[in-house]
């Protein structure tokens, strides 16, 4: 852990969780989903949280960008950079969300607006934070299409959602989450439904994204193998607390915690991309 903090030299965490929790009021007493999860984001960095269902890892994503259902209480601390997200008007909070922290959702065509033109969707954020006009709005959204390698984008940009693949609609919500390069992106499991050989092009554009860009990403997921494609660090949840944290090249070689070990067992797939890390 000090390793970490040090590689970073005087920079401030990207996103800072501290003791947060989050409760469903009932009649016979709060039900507590995420207990007391602490943990970051650091610049550059693409940090990976690992459970299994009902771990309490996309409630812990949706605390960070105050997106909680409504009768969902979160007390603790969760800071973007200097400024704490739970202290923040939901006006103010609005501001941040597509500006600075972008969300990129698990289903890419629930998502997206089918009425809705691909590119008038992707500048839109152009148009609300920045008073960009809609024309150079839509211009810069096919540029955005084509960084995110989508083949004739000048043309795709006037296609509507149902016109594109499932692997091409997740491409057009990245492109929506980057427009204003963000400094960090939030991903809620974002290649689940995507076949092989899409989610890897996908895992290969989020690097991407983190090289040119700069930009920190959150990564939720279920999956042990796109975390060991993906990540630099890895927190380990279950049952609505982390068990476990690291590399990921020490979570799979040397994993601590009974839990990570059964996930490890799990995983059919883990067992030689251990043997790559080692």
């Known amino acids: 852990m000090e390793d970490r903090i040090h590689a970073h030299g005087a920079e401030r965490p990207t996103l800072s969780i501290r003791d947060l929790s989050v409760e469903f009021p009932k009649r016979e ?3 507590k989903v995420v207990d007391k999860v602490s943990l970051d984001v650091w610049p550059r960095e693409i940090v990976g949280v690992i459970g299994e269902s009902g771990s309490g890892k996309t409630l812990t994503s949706l ?3 105050r997106l909680l259902p409504k009768r969902a209480q979160a007390t603790g601390s969760i800071k973007l950079g200097e400024r704490s997200i739970l202290d923040l008007s939901e006006r103010d909070m609005r501001g941040l969300r597509g500006d600075r922290l972008a969300f990129i959702p698990q289903d890419a065509m629930r998502s997206l607006n089918p009425t809705m033109r691909v590119g008038r969707q992707i500048g839109e954020p152009l148009v609300l934070h920045r008073k960009t006009p809609w024309k150079q709005a839509v211009d810069a959204a096919a540029k955005l299409l084509k960084s995110v390698h989508v083949r004739d984008a000048e043309d795709r940009i006037r296609n509507y959602p149902h016109n594109f693949s499932g692997g091409m609609q ?7 989450g980057l427009a204003l390069e963000p400094e960090l992106l939030i991903a809620d499991e974002p290649t689940t439904a995507l076949d092989v050989t899409v989610q890897a092009q996908v895992l290969k554009l989020l690097k991407e994204i983190r090289d040119s ?3 920190s990403i959150l990564f939720i997921t279920h999956d042990l193998g796109v975390v060991a494609e993906l990540c630099d660090w890895v927190y380990v949840m279950y049952r609505g607390r982390i068990v476990e944290e690291g590399t990921v090249r020490r979570i799979f070689t040397t994993p601590r915690e009974d839990y990570t070990r059964m996930l490890l067992a799990a995983t ?6 251990r043997a790559e890390l080692s």
């Open 268 to 273: 059919p797939t883990i067992f030689d991309q």
């Open 63 to 65: 605390a960070a960008l």
């Open 213 to 215: 860009h700069g930009t």
């Open 170 to 176: 997740q491409r057009a919500m990245i492109a929506m």
């Open 29 to 31: 007493g709060a039900v």
